[in-house]
């Protein structure tokens, strides 16, 4: 996935993105026989209005974390790996559902700190 595509896809899910940042791919290990495919699918920290996000592809799915934000919130039902900090999706489309679920949560969460 490249910066603009990951840039996108966070814009679609209305996200601001403050700044993106290039990691190395946290999936592959770190062995020469890794190396092309580590270089070729870099993973993305991406800064939001409510913290670091990271992105990557791991094999068929790519997996969202949101860990250094503050919400803790189970973003789908779908029956795929997951849990309040983070959740794999297996296509582009389910990432913006599932990012989107995201910033819905942030929002809800937010509405029940003025309440």
Known sequence: ???????????????RVERIYRL???YWPLAPDYDQLRR???WWLVKT??????VGWRKRV???????TSIRAVVTEDDVT????MVHAYSMAKAVEYLTGLRQALNGQAREATA
Do not use: C, Y
């Open 40 to 42: 070729e699918s870099p």
């Open 49 to 54: 209005p409510i913290g670091l996000i990271m």
């Open 24 to 26: 190395e791919n946290q």
């Open 1 to 15: 996935m490249t910066e603009a595509e990951t840039r996108g896809l966070f814009e679609v899910s209305g996200f």
């Open 62 to 68: 790519l997996s969202i974390d949101w860990e250094d």
């Open 82 to 85: 997951k849990d309040q900090t």
